[in-house]
């Protein structure tokens, strides 16, 4: 294993320098911070503490890097040798699992903090700014470090225990939403076991265990487990509040006070990098042999749901994508009707467990968030499937033999998904119209919202993004679709908020919102028709040249 290991860093190493996505990726990130940069340095005479504000924004960029592209990045450390059906090979090099784990995810932890690192040197310019502490800002520095080591073992444990990326990403997903939001799912926990108990507060359950504990005599066991019980959920949740970078990170960002410099957050993450990684030593075995044994392609990976029912006749290719990769009428239901079942459900438990009378307002605000969330998702896991999966199963070069087109064959992929991915807009749409009965909207505002040139430039953001996210998809294995949304709804508002703020500092004020109102929306729109003209040009070059080299 001492030679093994660093063999196997070193080769990874020198694989992960010759991508150029990687390097794309820490140059648009070390722009992005100089852009806000500079939009900060514009309104430093207007604001107090610009240096802790441009900090936030930094730290929070490296967050959402971390997680978002880390968790692409991490959870293909093991699985792209399963799918690839070179995991067998790697095994009779002799090296043991813990060098195979460690050669494999060692690289891609040492590329997500070299990323890290490029924003570094510009975070000592918020010190010039002021209100930011050096000890505060080496204290955020530390927590993302260490939240980016935990995440990394995260994603390697579900690489291992998983056969595919689909599976392994929305693993590293749940599990991520388990760990960062823990004090909430114990809020949540001790709440429903409150409402379960006859204790109508806390404070009675607290009473009922002090007069049980005093008295030596019979109690009703089932009335003090569930007393018991929200207690220590709720002290569990409260000892844990302090053991997320969630809203510790947000802590650190606005108060860089001078506590020390390492926190709690940063040993509960390390210590859950190492249990991460303990497991996937322990797992790999055993989950390896499972995929030598039976191949990825293994007939039990067939659901019967994949199964050909009928011919489709010319509708092949559309019933291809609705079948294999929008998952039939099943996943159609659990979209469309399932998903604002489950919402409302939640919603309506949570109220009760409260004790407080459900919310109009309250549901129609989740069931829109909530939609959203499901749409993004739905949208970005579907049309991230349409190319990447011909190109994985080597099924191009004989699609792109058909007598068609390559628009037609194209569209008629994606129109295969145009169900699912509408079915998945249910929940937000349930939302948005419960939202305008509340409010009472007339016909009068459903006109201006349709007369603003915002109402378009969004809808060709949505456009864009599917074709940025499917040339992306082409020319990337993983996360094609989930980069291209966050450069689409994430990185560009930033760009363009900021060049707004360094503009609105050199020109009139009238001007400006003349510009924000009309100009800006129509220059917008302009250019991302002619990036998706530019787009499908590529998308059209890719798949020949993708096709061509097998």
């Given at each position: 294993?001492?030679?093994?290991?660093?063999?196997?860093?070193?080769?990874?190493?020198?694989?992960?320098?010759?991508?150029?996505?990687?390097?794309?990726?820490?140059?648009?990130?070390?722009?992005?911070?100089?852009?806000?940069?500079?939009?900060?340095?514009?309104?430093?005479?207007?604001?107090?503490?610009?240096?802790?504000?441009?900090?936030?924004?930094?730290?929070?960029?490296?967050?959402?890097?971390?997680?978002?592209?880390?968790?692409?990045?991490?959870?293909?450390?093991?699985?792209?040798?399963?799918?690839?059906?070179?995991?067998?090979?790697?095994?009779?090099?002799?090296?043991?699992?813990?060098?195979?784990?460690?050669?494999?995810?060692?690289?891609?932890?040492?590329?997500?903090?070299?990323?890290?690192?490029?924003?570094?040197?510009?975070?000592?310019?918020?010190?010039?700014?002021?209100?930011?502490?050096?000890?505060?800002?080496?204290?955020?520095?530390?927590?993302?470090?260490?939240?980016?080591?935990?995440?990394?073992?995260?994603?390697?444990?579900?690489?291992?225990?998983?056969?595919?990326?689909?599976?392994?990403?929305?693993?590293?997903?749940?599990?991520?939403?388990?760990?960062?939001?823990?004090?909430?799912?114990?809020?949540?926990?001790?709440?429903?076991?409150?409402?379960?108990?006859?204790?109508?507060?806390?404070?009675?359950?607290?009473?009922?265990?002090?007069?049980?504990?005093?008295?030596?005599?019979?109690?009703?066991?089932?009335?003090?487990?569930?007393?018991?019980?929200?207690?220590?959920?709720?002290?569990?949740?409260?000892?844990?509040?302090?053991?997320?970078?969630?809203?510790?990170?947000?802590?650190?960002?606005?108060?860089?006070?001078?506590?020390?410099?390492?926190?709690?957050?940063?040993?509960?993450?390390?210590?859950?990098?190492?249990?991460?990684?303990?497991?996937?030593?322990?797992?790999?075995?055993?989950?390896?042999?499972?995929?030598?044994?039976?191949?990825?392609?293994?007939?039990?990976?067939?659901?019967?749901?994949t199964r050909l029912p009928r011919r489709a006749g010319t509708r092949a290719l559309a019933w291809k994508s609705w079948q294999y990769s929008a998952g039939g009428?099943?996943?159609?239901?659990?979209?469309?009707?399932?998903a604002p079942v489950i919402v409302c459900g939640i919603v309506t438990g949570i109220a009760l467990g409260v004790g407080e009378s459900l919310s109009p307002w309250?549901?129609?605000?989740?069931?829109?968030?909530?939609?959203?969330?499901?749409?993004?998702?739905?949208?970005?896991?579907?049309?991230?499937?349409?190319?990447?999966?011909?190109?994985?199963?080597?099924?191009?070069?004989?699609?792109?033999?058909?007598?068609?087109?390559?628009?037609?064959?194209?569209?008629?992929?994606?129109?295969?998904?145009?169900?699912?991915?509408?079915?998945?807009?249910?929940?937000?749409?349930?939302?948005?119209?419960?939202?305008?009965?509340?409010?009472?909207?007339?016909?009068?505002?459903?006109?201006?919202?349709?007369?603003?040139?915002?109402?378009?430039?969004?809808?060709?953001?949505?456009?864009?993004?599917?074709?940025?996210?499917?040339?992306?998809?082409?020319?990337?294995?993983?996360?094609?679709?989930?980069?291209?949304?966050?450069?689409?709804?994430?990185?560009?508002?930033?760009?363009?908020?900021?060049?707004?703020?360094?503009?609105?500092?050199?020109?009139?004020?009238?001007?400006?919102?003349?510009?924000?109102?009309?100009?800006?929306?129509?220059?917008?729109?302009?250019?991302?028709?002619?990036?998706?003209?530019?787009?499908?040009?590529?998308?059209?070059?890719?798949?020949?040249?993708?096709?061509?080299?097998?």
């Amino acid at each position: 294993m001492k030679l093994q290991a660093p063999a196997f860093l070193i080769r990874s190493l020198r694989q992960e320098l010759r991508f150029v996505s990687h390097h794309v990726l820490r140059a648009g990130l070390a722009a992005l911070v100089l852009l806000l940069f500079f939009g900060r340095v514009a309104t430093f005479s207007m604001r107090a503490g610009v240096g802790g504000i441009f900090a936030s924004n930094v730290m929070t960029c490296c967050y959402w890097f971390v997680t978002l592209l880390g968790g692409v990045y991490f959870c293909t450390a093991i699985v792209e040798e399963k799918e690839e059906q070179t995991l067998p090979l790697l095994k009779m090099t002799g090296a043991s699992p813990a060098a195979i784990l460690l050669g494999k995810s060692g690289p891609r932890l040492v590329s997500v903090l070299l990323l890290l690192l490029v924003v570094m040197p510009f975070l000592l310019l918020a010190i010039t700014l002021g209100g930011v502490l050096p000890r505060g800002l080496l204290s955020a520095t530390l927590g993302i470090l260490a939240y980016a080591i935990m995440f990394c073992q995260l994603g390697l444990l579900a690489s291992v225990v998983s056969r595919d990326f689909p599976r392994a990403f929305s693993k590293t997903i749940t599990a991520w939403i388990v760990l960062e939001f823990l004090p909430f799912w114990c809020w949540l926990g001790s709440e429903a076991v409150l409402y379960v108990s006859r204790f109508g507060s806390g404070a009675a359950a607290e009473g009922y265990l002090q007069s049980a504990s005093a008295v030596s005599g019979p109690y009703e066991w089932s009335q003090f487990t569930l007393a018991w019980l929200h207690e220590n959920l709720r002290w569990f949740g409260g000892w844990t509040d302090d053991l997320v970078l969630f809203g510790n990170l947000n802590l650190y960002m606005a108060e860089f006070g001078n506590a020390g410099v390492w926190e709690p957050q940063m040993t509960a993450h390390l210590i859950l990098a190492v249990v991460f990684f303990c497991l996937s030593w322990l797992l790999f075995e055993p989950c390896s042999s499972t995929v030598v044994a039976e191949g990825f392609d293994s007939p039990r990976r067939q659901s019967r749901r994949t199964r050909l029912p009928r011919r489709a006749g010319t509708r092949a290719l559309a019933w291809k994508s609705w079948q294999y990769s929008a998952g039939g009428w099943l996943w159609f239901l659990a979209r469309l009707i399932a998903a604002p079942v489950i919402v409302c459900g939640i919603v309506t438990g949570i109220a009760l467990g409260v004790g407080e009378s459900l919310s109009p307002w309250v549901l129609a605000g989740t069931l829109i968030i909530s939609g959203i969330v499901i749409f993004v998702g739905s949208s970005a896991i579907l049309l991230d499937r349409v190319f990447n999966t011909e190109i994985r199963d080597k099924t191009l070069s004989s699609l792109l033999m058909l007598p068609a087109s390559r628009n037609s064959l194209c569209g008629r992929l994606i129109i295969g998904l145009l169900p699912s991915i509408v079915a998945s807009t249910s929940c937000g749409f349930c939302g948005l119209i419960l939202l305008l009965c509340l409010e009472g909207v007339d016909a009068l505002a459903v006109g201006d919202v349709l007369k603003s040139a915002w109402f378009y430039q969004v809808i060709l953001m949505g456009v864009t993004t599917v074709w940025f996210g499917l040339y992306l998809s082409i020319r990337l294995r993983y996360g094609g679709m989930l980069l291209a949304i966050v450069c689409v709804w994430m990185i560009s508002p930033m760009v363009i908020g900021s060049s707004l703020a360094i503009l609105n500092f050199t020109v009139q004020r009238q001007t400006i919102q003349s510009f924000m109102e009309f100009g800006l929306p129509i220059l917008l729109m302009t250019i991302e028709l002619l990036f998706c003209w530019w787009m499908h040009k590529l998308i059209i070059r890719s798949l020949d040249s993708v096709a061509e080299q097998g």
